[in-house]
C-alpha cells in the first residue's frame, strides 16, 4: 500500500528565512506521481506542482523549489525568502499510475503547518 | 474558467437531518473526488468516480452516506441521518482523468451537525 510521511507537524519561521517541509513516500509501483498542496488559512487547497517518477530533476518556481530523489524516497519542498503570505498547511501526496487497487487515488500526508513571522 | 464549485459553502444542521452537499466538476475533467477534512483524521478519500460510474467508494463511513454522479457536471453527496460527528469540511475535486493528473479542489462546505 502506498503511504506518505510528512514528519515535520509544525515549522516556525521568521520571514525571509528558507524553510524545507521533508515528504517521504512508500509505494511497490514503478510509475507515480509526485504533488505539493498549498492549503491557507482560507482552506482551499491549492495545487503546487506534479511531478513523475522517472523525471528526477529539481525544479524551481521563483521561491519555490521541489528536490524529488527517489534513493531516499524524498519529494522535498523548500520555500527561499519565506513570507508571510507563505503561512499554510502542506501536503505532499502520491498517486499510483498502474492501474490496481489504489489506481487514481490521491494519498495524502498529514500535513505541515508552517507559519511565517513578520 | 470556473474551478470546482461546491454548494452549500457552510451548512448547519440538526442530527437526524437530511443534508446534500453539492458539486460541479471543471469542465472537461472525467473524474471527481469527494473527500472529508477533519482535525483528527486530516484528509480521507471517501468516494470517486470516472466518467460518470463510481470507482471507488471504500471511503464511505457508513450506509448513512451516498453519493451520485448523474451526469459530467453536478455530483450531490448526502448524508441521511446526520449525526454530529459527521461535522467537517467536505471538498470536492475533480481531475481530467486518474492516476497522472492532478486534481482541482473546491472551496469546500462546511459541516456542522448540532
Known amino acids: 500500500a502506498q503511504k506518505v510521511t510528512q514528519a515535520q507537524t509544525e515549522i516556525s519561521v521568521v520571514e525571509k528565512e528558507d524553510v524545507t517541509l521533508d515528504c517521504v513516500y512508500e509505494t511497490r509501483d514503478t510509475t507515480y506521481y509526485l504533488f505539493w498542496y498549498k492549503q491557507p488559512p482560507s482552506g482551499e487547497l491549492v495545487f503546487l506542482i506534479r511531478?513523475?517518477?522517472?523525471?528526477?530533476q529539481n525544479e524551481i518556481s521563483g521561491r519555490y523549489s521541489w528536490n524529488f530523489q527517489k534513493s531516499t524516497s524524498s519529494f522535498n519542498f523548500t520555500i527561499t525568502a519565506s513570507q508571510v503570505v507563505d503561512s499554510a498547511v502542506y501536503f505532499c501526496a502520491l498517486s499510483e499510475a498502474q492501474v490496481g487497487t489504489s489506481y487514481g487515488k490521491l494519498t495524502f500526508g498529514q500535513g505541515t503547518i508552517l507559519t511565517v513571522h513578520p | 474558467d470556473a474551478g470546482v464549485i461546491q454548494s452549500p459553502r457552510h451548512e448547519v444542521t440538526e442530527m437526524g437531518q437530511e443534508v446534500t452537499l453539492r458539486c460541479k466538476p471543471i469542465?472537461?475533467?472525467?473524474?471527481l473526488f469527494w473527500y472529508r477534512q477533519t482535525m483528527m483524521r486530516g484528509l480521507e478519500l471517501l468516494i470517486y468516480?470516472?466518467?460518470?460510474?463510481?470507482?471507488?467508494d471504500s471511503g464511505m463511513p457508513e450506509d448513512r452516506f451516498s453519493a451520485k454522479m448523474p451526469n459530467a457536471s453536478f455530483s450531490t453527496l448526502k448524508i441521511q441521518p446526520s449525526e454530529p460527528r459527521d461535522s467537517a469540511v467536505y471538498f470536492c475535486?475533480?481531475?481530467?482523468?486518474?492516476?497522472?493528473?492532478?486534481?482541482?479542489f473546491g472551496p469546500g462546505t462546511r459541516l456542522t451537525v448540532t
Open positions: 475535486a475533480s481531475s481530467f482523468d486518474l492516476g497522472a493528473y492532478e486534481q482541482y
Open positions: 469542465s472537461g475533467h472525467n473524474s
Open positions: 468516480f470516472n466518467n460518470n460510474v463510481p470507482i471507488d
Open positions: 511531478r513523475n517518477s522517472f523525471d528526477e
